[in-house]
């Protein structure tokens, strides 16, 4: 079973998460942002992950702090999920259009943190969620995931389906990435013999 359980609890979050990297697209999500509850259920779904998600954090300061930790959490569990690597795929890639926004994802499952994000969402706020919390995110996630992640906006110009994308299209670079190459089902994907 590649499944994760990751419990967070700081001054400012206490986040409880289950992730199932073979599920059926299942999610029950309560973060406590609204936006981010709608994202992650896009991601799960896309991705064919079973996630819950439950947090609570300082919202009445900002989205800030919840958002970050919950990218941080996710990162963990999928690094916990994927354990020593052994089949994977490795790499995924997508280019995802949607009516006002066309993106690109690429992902490395190489057990090196990077992100490049490339979007220029032109309003600030989706309702009430800042659009900068985005970048901050996916950073989180690329940073405890251990993996490159490349996020590069083609077109837009509707700032809600372009982060709406950039999750979509993850989901399904991710997707791509972790499955398992039934060719390689024992063997590490890398000439190093680790990742």
Partial sequence: ??????????????????????GSGKSSIDTGVGFMNHMLTLFARHGRFDLE????????????????????ALGKAFDQALADKK???????????????????????????????????????????????????WMAFARNAQCTLH??????????????GIFKSAARSIRAAVKIDEDFADEVPSTKGVL
């Fill in 1 to 22: 079973m590649r499944t994760a359980e990751i419990n967070r609890k700081t001054g400012e979050t206490d986040i409880a998460l289950r992730l199932d990297l073979d």
């Fill in 53 to 72: 998600i439950k947090a609570k954090g300082d919202v009445q300061v900002d989205d800030h702090h919840t958002v970050e930790d919950i990218g941080i």
């Fill in 87 to 137: 089949g994977i795929v490795r790499y995924g890639s997508q280019i995802l259009p949607m009516d006002e926004a066309l993106i690109l994802t690429a992902i490395d499952f190489s057990g090196r943190c990077y992100l490049a994000y490339d979007a220029e969402i032109p309003a600030q706020k989706v309702g009430t969620f800042d659009t900068e919390l985005a970048e901050e995110f």
């Fill in 151 to 164: 996020i590069r906006q083609l077109a837009g110009t509707n700032s809600h389906h372009i982060i709406e």
